[in-house]
Each structure stands twice: as structure tokens, then as C-alpha cells.
């Protein structure tokens, strides 16, 4: 695998479960899986990213009851829209905190807008040289967060962390005036 | 009279968030599911006071939303990110856009709250 992977898994466990803590969601990481599946009604939500040496995509593949569980303002009748939105959204916050984290690091690129998918009996794809599948779970449910990437042969991510990249964290307000 | 604000996000799940959160302090929200149908409604609203947009959203990102009003005729219009981005590049060229505020996803609701009223004072 890699030497992103590597470095990345870490971070990327760290960012969904900060993630999901911010939405009263308490999980925790079961380590990496070989695929994502989840038997009951579910969602996948993917976010695609591109940068000059580096593209991928981020997927979150997760029971609908845990996307509702995740969602401010949720009721018990949401339509499947509503559903499929919250977990794009998610998916986008979660590729943001990545990139965030990323970019200190030296790695760039820029996010498409989220899609997803509602259904039942959801396989993601095989976890291979190019495929970090991570497995999460709740205290009920077990959900998926893959990281697919095409890294170029000069890629490369700093040693040390670069933190004036960046003036902001999830959060927190910035005043510009 | 109402202050009125504009939320432009491509998520309805988080406009209504903010919808929510805004109109419990008395601000009347107007929405947008992103750039290019928030420049229509923020040229078609001449009472309008706030614009609080999303970066990465389809048809028409925040950023060159926010672009686009600075070279419409000066108004005055405060602008607010609320966005999952943080890059320092990224907040400077938004400044220079005309932002006032950046807040990072996943919001808290006294943060916005306190922006806005820094900005407009209370509605």
C-alpha cells in the first residue's frame, strides 16, 4: 500500500470520529475491513477529489438509522431525499476535515459536490493497494469509510505539519474584518 | 421591519439548520441550493442585509457567488462563509471578495449567531 495510505489512516480515523462526536454520535474504530457491507437499509455517499498529483474518491457506506442518528434536526417521517442529503453532507465534512488536515501536510486538491445512494444489501469495492476500507461502529450499528486514491510517482507529503496552511478548524469562527 | 438573510447552501439539511437557528432570533431567511441560484436571488432582493454561503456547491461555487456580487453595484451586504474548507488561500481570497466571517462545518450556533449580530448588530 502506499506511503498516503499510510500516513493518511490515521488521520482519517481521527477525523470521523471527531466527526460524528460533533453530532452526539459516539464511535469507535474496528480497523480496516476488507469491504463495505451493510445487510440493512443504507446509504453511499461519495465525494470525489482531484488535485496536480493526486485523485480520488471518499465514501461513506452506513445504515440509514445511523445517518438519521447523525442528522440535527431529524424526525421519524424524513423523506429518503432529506436522508440521502444528510449523508452527502456528511460525506463532504468528512473529505473537508481530511483535506484540511491533508493540505498542513502539503497535499492539495479540490472536492466535486457529494452524491449518494439509498438501497438495501450495499457492497462497496475490495480494499486493494489503492483502497483503504475502514470499519467504524456504534454500540448498534457498524458502518464503512473508504478512501480510494491514484497517487502520481512524485507525490509526496511533508514530514512535519505546516500549520499556517491553515486559519481555520471546524468550529470555529473567524472574523475578517 | 425583519433583517433579512440569505443562506446559500447546496445541503437542504444544513439551510434548514440555519433557517432554524436564525429565525428563533428574529431574522427572516430566504434560502438558495447554490451559487447560481443565490446570485439570482441576492440581485432580485434589494432589502437584503446577509448573505451566508457554502464554498463547494454545484452549478456555481461560493466563492466566485461572492465574486460575482462584488463586481454587481456596492450595496450593503455582509458576507458570511460556512463551509467545511479552512485554507488559509482559500480565506484570503474570500476576504478579499468581501467576506467578513468564516466558520468551519460543523457549525455551532452561537458562533453564527454572535457573527451576524457583530456584523448587523441585533435584528
Known amino acids: 500500500m502506499h506511503e498516503f495510505f499510510q500516513k493518511t489512516d490515521p ?3 481521527e477525523c470521523c470520529i471527531a466527526l460524528l462526536s460533533s453530532y452526539d454520535v459516539t464511535v469507535v474504530c474496528d480497523g480496516p475491513a476488507s469491504r463495505a457491507e451493510i445487510p440493512e437499509e443504507g446509504i453511499v455517499a461519495f465525494t470525489g477529489f482531484t488535485g496536480e498529483a493526486i485523485r480520488g474518491n ?6 440509514l438509522a445511523l445517518i438519521c442518528q447523525a442528522m440535527p434536526l431529524g424526525h421519524d417521517d424524513m423523506a429518503e431525499e432529506e436522508q440521502r442529503d444528510w ?7 468528512l473529505l473537508g476535515r481530511l483535506k484540511l488536515r491533508l493540505s498542513m501536510f502539503g497535499v492539495h486538491f479540490e472536492m466535486t459536490t457529494p452524491s449518494a445512494m439509498a438501497g438495501r444489501e450495499l457492497r462497496g469495492r475490495l480494499a486493494d493497494k489503492e483502497t483503504l476500507v ?4 456504534t454500540e448498534s450499528l457498524a458502518f464503512y469509510v473508504e478512501l480510494d486514491a491514484m497517487v502520481a510517482p512524485h507525490f509526496e507529503m511533508l514530514a512535519t505539519p505546516m500549520l499556517e496552511a491553515v486559519s481555520v478548524l471546524e468550529g470555529e469562527l473567524l472574523m475578517l474584518i | 421591519m425583519s433583517v433579512k438573510v440569505i443562506v446559500v447552501d447546496d ?4 439551510r434548514r439548520q440555519v ?3 436564525l429565525e428563533e432570533q428574529g431574522y427572516e431567511v430566504l434560502e438558495a441550493k447554490d451559487g447560481l441560484d443565490g ?6 432582493t434589494s432589502d437584503l442585509s446577509l448573505v451566508i ?3 463547494n456547491m454545484p452549478n456555481m461555487n461560493g466563492i466566485d457567488m461572492i465574486e460575482a456580487i462584488r463586481q454587481s453595484p456596492p450595496r450593503p451586504l455582509q458576507i458570511i462563509m460556512l463551509t467545511t474548507i479552512g485554507q488559509s488561500a482559500m480565506v484570503r481570497r474570500a476576504a478579499e471578495a468581501g467576506a467578513k466571517a468564516w466558520i468551519v462545518k460543523p457549525f455551532k450556533k452561537d458562533h453564527l449567531i454572535a457573527a451576524i449580530q457583530k456584523l448587523l448588530g441585533s435584528p
Open chain 1, 87 to 93: 449523508a452527502c453532507e456528511l460525506s463532504n465534512q
Open chain 2, 53 to 55: 454561503c457554502d464554498v
Open chain 1, 11 to 13: 488521520i482519517l480515523i
Open chain 2, 19 to 21: 433557517v432554524v437557528a
Open chain 2, 11 to 14: 445541503s437542504s439539511n444544513v
Open chain 1, 58 to 63: 471518499l465514501v461513506i457506506c452506513a445504515p
Open chain 1, 134 to 137: 475502514l470499519k467504524f461502529s
Open chain 2, 39 to 44: 446570485l439570482e436571488k441576492i440581485r432580485a
